[in-house]
């Protein structure tokens, strides 16, 4: 059928009717707010106690002096990273490179021993929502009073419980955004800097990391680990059933149902598990982990301490949901059996590496050399006849002081017969200090066939047994 001129031409789709007992399926979920239920237990103190440790690091660790500089501090500026005695420069970026190899190896380690333990304990999105938890717990009440507070209309209570809880968020967001561009720019100096409001990007900085904190640990919260962190998605690939997880014993819980205490459930045909859902009230993520094994379970075990709690509570043993592996629940092994087979092929291959790269980098940092050394030739003049009939190159050193006091430098140069340095050949460094030094070598004119010569630098720090030999040529023109 042709569209007539001047009219758009209109399409009809016609749609069957959807056949009986069918569903619809979105495919698009609407987002649940969790209200994460406070549980005391062995693993809520253990989080508790990693969330101090990771904090205290963390906010003080800037704070602290090594002489007179920052401990820790990668100056971007001046290109040099200062931790502890260690001063580094970009040369030496295959120790950062070394560093997150073994960071990698130790995080698929520890997953393929023990699950998703980084993530539940240690991981800093993980801590920063267990503070804001907190401060919401603390100013808004427990999980039901959160529930209440958020279906009931805009009242004065509401309102200043709902402003405080922000506040405290924005304050401690921005401290940590505060704290965090104190490991770039010296800290001390950083909030002279804000209050002046000098350095724009420091500005950013802060507010761009505390915002982001914000963000993620406010509101965001476990949907940073189910839709945007990677690590969930590809666990899967470094779980294997002997890896210890968060299990819940289906034999032992099933069938589930409500009963009192005084009941002889056993008679009834009925599991230890009471239904009563206080292991999905308590989880982070929001989960059933009577479900079994799901990518979104962070292995932080808050389950494990309220089951254990309702099995106390009702007289039964506990352990219905604990750390296990599959085939340790399947097989009905003791907790030695399961601990047997961690030293499988995996396992073992994953610790033989990571121990090389840490031995590998250990002893790279013991020889490592004080000083640093790049020659870069003098294109201006390549090779030039000087008074007194010698032939010239001209040569730029970059030496670089990598040492925490001033040192003096010799430059020696060898490789052609009378070869000699012709212009000063010591002078000073400051404590971690770089400088560029033009250097000029010498040889009698006709001492040497025409052509690229291969010859060597080598520069003394006096007083000490530090020296660097660096290759490079001489040209004799032809």
């Not at 520069?459 to 040529?473: F, P, W």
Request: with cysteine.
């Amino acid at each position: 059928m042709k569209a007539k001129p001047g009219k758009p031409h209109k399409t009809i789709t016609k749609t069957a009717p959807p056949a009986a007992g069918a569903q619809t399926v979105s495919l698009y979920e609407k987002r649940r707010k969790i209200y994460p239920r406070s549980i005391d237990g062995i693993f809520a103190r253990w989080r508790w106690i990693m969330v101090y440790v990771t904090q205290l690091v963390f906010y003080g660790l800037p704070w602290l002096q090594w002489g007179e500089r920052q401990m820790v501090l990668f100056d971007l500026g001046a290109r040099r990273f200062y931790i502890f005695g260690l001063v580094l420069y970009p040369q030496d970026f295959i120790y950062l490179t070394g560093l997150l190899i073994i960071s990698a190896l130790s995080l698929f380690l520890f997953t393929a021993v023990a699950g998703r333990l980084w993530c539940g304990f240690a991981c800093p999105q993980t801590v920063y929502t267990e503070i804001f938890v907190w401060v919401e717990h603390k100013i808004e009440g427990d999980r039901s009073a959160r529930m209440r507070l958020d279906k009931s209309g805009w009242t004065f209570e509401k309102i200043w419980k709902k402003t405080a809880t922000q506040v405290v968020w924005l304050a401690i967001a921005l401290w940590t955004g505060y704290t965090f561009v104190g490991y770039f720019v010296p800290i001390r100096e950083l909030g002279s800097e804000l209050l002046a409001l000098h350095g724009g990007w420091q500005i950013f900085w802060v507010l761009f990391y505390g915002l982001a904190t914000y963000g993620n640990a406010g509101f965001l919260r476990e949907q940073v680990c189910q839709y945007m962190c990677p690590y969930a998605r590809f666990q899967s690939a470094m779980f294997d059933k002997d890896t210890m997880i968060v299990t819940y014993d289906p034999e032992r819980g099933e069938p589930r149902a409500p009963r009192a205490k005084t009941v002889d459930y056993k008679a009834k045909g009925l599991g230890d598990c009471i239904d009563c859902s206080l292991c999905v009230q308590v989880c982070p993520a929001g989960i059933d982990i009577r479900d079994g094994l799901q990518y979104e379970c962070i292995g932080c075990g808050l389950c494990v301490d309220a089951c254990d709690t309702v099995m106390d509570k009702m007289n039964y043993p506990r352990g219905l949901i604990r750390f296990s592996t599959q085939n340790g629940v399947k097989n009905h092994w003791t907790q030695s059996q399961m601990i047997k087979r961690v030293l499988r092929p995996r396992v073992l291959v994953y610790s033989a590496l990571l121990l090389l790269l840490c031995i590998g980098m250990m002893a790279s940092l013991v020889v490592r050399s004080p000083m640093k050394v790049d020659i870069v030739r003098d294109r201006a003049a390549l090779s030039r006849i000087v008074a007194g009939g010698k032939l010239e190159n001209v040569y730029r050193l970059q030496i670089m002081n990598a040492t925490e006091r001033a040192q003096r430098y010799h430059i020696a140069a060898r490789g052609l017969p009378e070869l000699e340095v012709a212009t000063e050949q010591e002078f000073d460094l400051g404590p971690a200090e770089s400088r560029w030094v033009s250097v000029r070598l010498h040889i009698p004119y006709g001492s040497a066939q025409p052509g690229s010569h291969t010859i060597y630098f080598d520069i003394q720090a006096l007083g000490s047994k530090a020296q660097v030999s660096e290759k490079s040529v001489f040209l004799v023109p032809r």
